[in-house]
C-alpha cells in the first residue's frame, strides 16, 4: 500500500526551523500517511478541495506507551492523531480532507488518561497546541467503537479537531473553524483549557456541517470567547451532547460563550442537544445570589428537533450562573425541552416549546436546587414544573 509519510513529514520540517511563514501546497490526490507532527509551525497547508486532496490514515496506527496525551506530540511522542502539532503553532488549513477508514485504526491501543482503558479508536484527526484556522476541511470517520450501542453503531473518530491550551499563555490562542464539514465522530471540535478567542461558524455563509457527529465539547476553558453559530449538526451516535461547555476545576478569569442560530437534530438517546455545567474550586457549585460564574453562557435563537426514544433532553444547564435561554425553538419528544439543575439566576425566555412532548413533568423543569431563576414562557400552554426557590415563572401553566 502506497505510503506518503516520508514525503509529507519532510514538507512539514521545512517549514519548522523558523523565518517567515511557509505554505505547504498539496495537489489533488490520496495521500496515505502514518502518524504525522511539528513543533513550533508557522504556515499554511492548502490542497485543491475537500475530496480533492485528502490525508488519509494508514491502517495499524502504533502510539507511544504511556499517558501519551499528557506530553507533547513529537517523533518519540506518537500521538493517536494522523498530524499533531506541538506549540507554539499557528496553523492554517484550507481546502482538504482527513480521512479514517479502519474500524479500529490504533489496534494496539492507547491509554487516554490513568484509567488505563485501551482505547482502538482515533483521538484526533488534527491536534494543535496553539492556534488554527481552518475553512473548507472536511474531517471524515467511519463506523467504529468509539460509543458503540447495543446495536454497535459506534465510530472510530474522537474529535475532527483538537485545540489544547494547556501550554499556551492565557488569551494566546484563536481558533476558527467556518464552512468545514465533519462526519462520523464523537466531537467535531475539542477545545481543550483554551483561554483565547474561538469562532465555529459565525455567518449563514461560513457555517459547519456536522453529521453523525456532535459540533464540540469546550471542557476546562478558561478566560475564553466562544461563539457557536449558524451550524447544521445531526448526531445520531453520540452519548455526548452536541455542545457541551463543562468546566470542574478552577478557573482565573470567566469565559463568555454564545451558541445561537444553530439547527441541531437529535437521535441518540439518553443525551441533550446543549449542555453546560460548572463545578470546581474557586467557581464552586452554584449556591445564592453570591455564586459566581466560571462562564457567561447565551444560548439563544437555535433550532432543537429531538428524536430517538424519548429519553433525549433540549438544553441542560447544571449548577451554572446567569445563563440566557432565550428564542429557541425546540420539538420532538424527550424528558424536558429546558432542564435546570442547581442553577442560580437563569433567564428563560420566549423559547417556542408547543412542538415538544414532553416525557417528564413539564416543558421546562427547575429542580429543587435552582433558585433565582426568571421564567417567561412563549405561550400560556407551556408547562414549568419548578420545584426550586425563589424562581419568577410567568406566562406559563404549571405541570400537570
Given at each position: 500500500?502506497?505510503?506518503?509519510?516520508?514525503?509529507?513529514?519532510?514538507?512539514?520540517?521545512?517549514?519548522?526551523?523558523?523565518?517567515?511563514?511557509?505554505?505547504?501546497?498539496?495537489?489533488?490526490?490520496?495521500?496515505?500517511?502514518?502518524?504525522?507532527?511539528?513543533?513550533?509551525?508557522h504556515g499554511t497547508i492548502a490542497g485543491e478541495g475537500i475530496g480533492k486532496t485528502v490525508i488519509q490514515a494508514l491502517p495499524g496506527y502504533v502510539v507511544t506507551?504511556?499517558?501519551?496525551?499528557?506530553r507533547p506530540p513529537s517523533a518519540t511522542n506518537v500521538y493517536p492523531a494522523?498530524?499533531?502539532?506541538?506549540?507554539?503553532?499557528?496553523?492554517?488549513?484550507?481546502?482538504?480532507?482527513?480521512?479514517?477508514?479502519?474500524?479500529?485504526?490504533?489496534?494496539?491501543?492507547?491509554?487516554?488518561?490513568?484509567?488505563?482503558?485501551?482505547n482502538t479508536?482515533?483521538?484526533?484527526?488534527?491536534?494543535?497546541?496553539?492556534?488554527?484556522?481552518?475553512?473548507?476541511?472536511a474531517f471524515e470517520g467511519s463506523r467504529g467503537s468509539l460509543d458503540a450501542g447495543p446495536g454497535g453503531q459506534g465510530v472510530n473518530l474522537e474529535a475532527g479537531v483538537a485545540i489544547d491550551g494547556s501550554r499556551s499563555p492565557q488569551g494566546g490562542d484563536d481558533f476558527t473553524m467556518t464552512r468545514?464539514?465533519?462526519?462520523?465522530?464523537?466531537?467535531?471540535?475539542?477545545?481543550?483549557?483554551?483561554?483565547?478567542?474561538?469562532?465555529?461558524?459565525g455567518?449563514?455563509?461560513?457555517?459547519?456541517?456536522?453529521?453523525?457527529?456532535?459540533?464540540?465539547i469546550f471542557t476546562e476553558i478558561d478566560g475564553a470567547v466562544i461563539e457557536a453559530s449558524y451550524n447544521r449538526i445531526a448526531d445520531d451516535i453520540s452519548p455526548a451532547s452536541a455542545i457541551v461547555i463543562d468546566v470542574v476545576g478552577s478557573v482565573t478569569a470567566p469565559s463568555h460563550v454564545l451558541v445561537a442560530h444553530n439547527r441541531i437534530t437529535l437521535d441518540a438517546g439518553g443525551t441533550?442537544?446543549?449542555?453546560?455545567?460548572?463545578?470546581?474550586?474557586?467557581?464552586?457549585?452554584?449556591?445564592?445570589?453570591?455564586?459566581?460564574?466560571?462562564?457567561?453562557?447565551?444560548?439563544?435563537?437555535?433550532?432543537?428537533?429531538?428524536?430517538?426514544?424519548?429519553?433525549?433532553?433540549?438544553?441542560?444547564?447544571?449548577?451554572?450562573?446567569?445563563?440566557?435561554?432565550?428564542?429557541?425553538?425546540?420539538?420532538?419528544?424527550?424528558?424536558?425541552?429546558?432542564?435546570?439543575?442547581?442553577?442560580?439566576?437563569?433567564t428563560v425566555a420566549g423559547n417556542a416549546v408547543g412542538g415538544f412532548v414532553p416525557s417528564g413533568e413539564a416543558h421546562i423543569t427547575l429542580d429543587v436546587n435552582t433558585s433565582g431563576a426568571r421564567v417567561n414562557c412563549a405561550r400560556p400552554a407551556d408547562t414549568v414544573a419548578d420545584q426550586g426557590t425563589r424562581n419568577t415563572v410567568t406566562g406559563c401553566s404549571p405541570s400537570k
Open positions: 500500500m502506497q505510503d506518503d509519510t516520508v514525503l509529507l513529514q519532510s514538507k512539514l520540517a521545512a517549514c519548522v526551523p523558523g523565518g517567515a511563514t511557509c505554505t505547504i501546497r498539496l495537489p489533488a490526490g490520496t495521500f496515505r500517511t502514518r502518524q504525522l507532527s511539528a513543533t513550533g509551525f506507551p504511556g499517558y501519551v496525551l499528557s494522523i498530524l499533531a502539532f506541538g506549540g507554539p503553532s499557528d496553523v492554517t488549513i484550507t481546502d482538504l480532507t482527513f480521512r479514517v477508514t479502519e474500524a479500529d485504526p490504533v489496534p494496539g491501543g492507547w491509554y487516554e488518561n490513568d484509567d488505563r482503558v485501551h479508536f482515533l483521538a484526533y484527526a488534527l491536534s494543535v497546541q496553539g492556534s488554527a484556522h481552518l475553512t473548507r476541511v468545514c464539514t465533519v462526519r462520523n465522530a464523537e466531537a467535531a471540535v475539542l477545545l481543550y483549557r483554551f483561554g483565547g478567542h474561538a469562532l465555529v461558524g455567518s449563514t455563509a461560513d457555517g459547519n456541517t456536522f453529521v453523525h457527529s456532535g459540533a464540540g441533550q442537544a446543549v449542555r453546560a455545567s460548572q463545578g470546581g474550586q474557586k467557581f464552586g457549585v452554584a449556591q445564592g445570589a453570591g455564586a459566581e460564574a466560571a462562564f457567561e453562557l447565551t444560548v439563544a435563537d437555535n433550532t432543537l428537533v429531538l428524536g430517538g426514544d424519548g429519553s433525549d433532553t433540549g438544553i441542560l444547564l447544571r449548577n451554572t450562573v446567569g445563563t440566557v435561554v432565550s428564542r429557541n425553538t425546540i420539538q420532538g419528544k424527550g424528558t424536558s425541552a429546558i432542564e435546570l439543575v442547581g442553577t442560580t439566576q437563569a
